[in-house]
């Protein structure tokens, strides 16, 4: 009998490190928890994520001073 606990333990705990991998691994995962793409400015190179960017045709730049000054 004891056997069989031990079984249904190690088949559990076996489930749970596959589920905690799929989980890690994000394959097909919640698109809201997804990072926000990050884009530098043209003019001084500073990292921002995107909806805060100013976008200029292929370019993105950190602030309208910038976009102006590369432009
Ligand atoms: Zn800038």
Do not use: N, T
Not at 55 to 69: K, S
């Amino acid at each position: 009998m004891s056997k069989l606990l031990l079984l249904i333990l190690v088949i559990v705990a076996v489930w749970l490190l596959a589920k905690g991998f799929r989980r890690k691994g994000g394959a097909g995962g919640a698109p809201a928890a997804a990072p926000e793409q990050m884009v530098h400015c043209s003019h001084c190179g500073l990292y921002l994520p995107q909806s805060e960017a100013i976008h200029d045709e292929d370019r993105f730049f950190c602030c309208a001073e910038h976009r102006r000054l590369a432009g």
